[in-house]
């Protein structure tokens, strides 16, 4: 009987990067998982308490990308530009952010987020 509501279950895990700035963005035309999701950001290093997302979930990309899914995949394509948005002024101000890793759901094999905290100092 347990074994049937475990079915639908994800293994995947979820974590937080802080002390993190975006260090680039990409935007990517298509829709579905193909194309990264339609739009990333890439996050680097902004104090001591930044771990990469692969440090933290290593079944993400070494190469720090993490997708919105603007495609509308795995957020709405409105909630989506708006984390974009909010990441392009974080990136324009080179503002500190914290950012939600996700690993049940992936681009191209790159972790989602859909939580994106910037800091105003």
Known sequence: MFGI????????????VNDAK?????LSSGSGTDNYGG????????????????ALLPSCPTNNFLTFS???VY?????ARLLLQNAQMAFALDKKI???V?????????CFSDYLVVFND
């Open 5 to 16: 509501f475990s079915i639908g279950t994800s293994f995947g895990e979820v974590a937080y």
């Open 98 to 100: 914290q950012i939600k």
């Open 75 to 79: 957020a709405t394509k409105a909630d």
């Open 70 to 72: 603007c495609s509308g």
């Open 39 to 54: 739009c990333m950001v890439q996050l680097k290093s902004a104090g001591p308490d930044f771990q990469t997302p692969r």
């Open 102 to 110: 996700d690993d049940s759901k992936k681009h191209n094999g790159y």
């Open 22 to 26: 975006i260090d680039q963005i990409l």
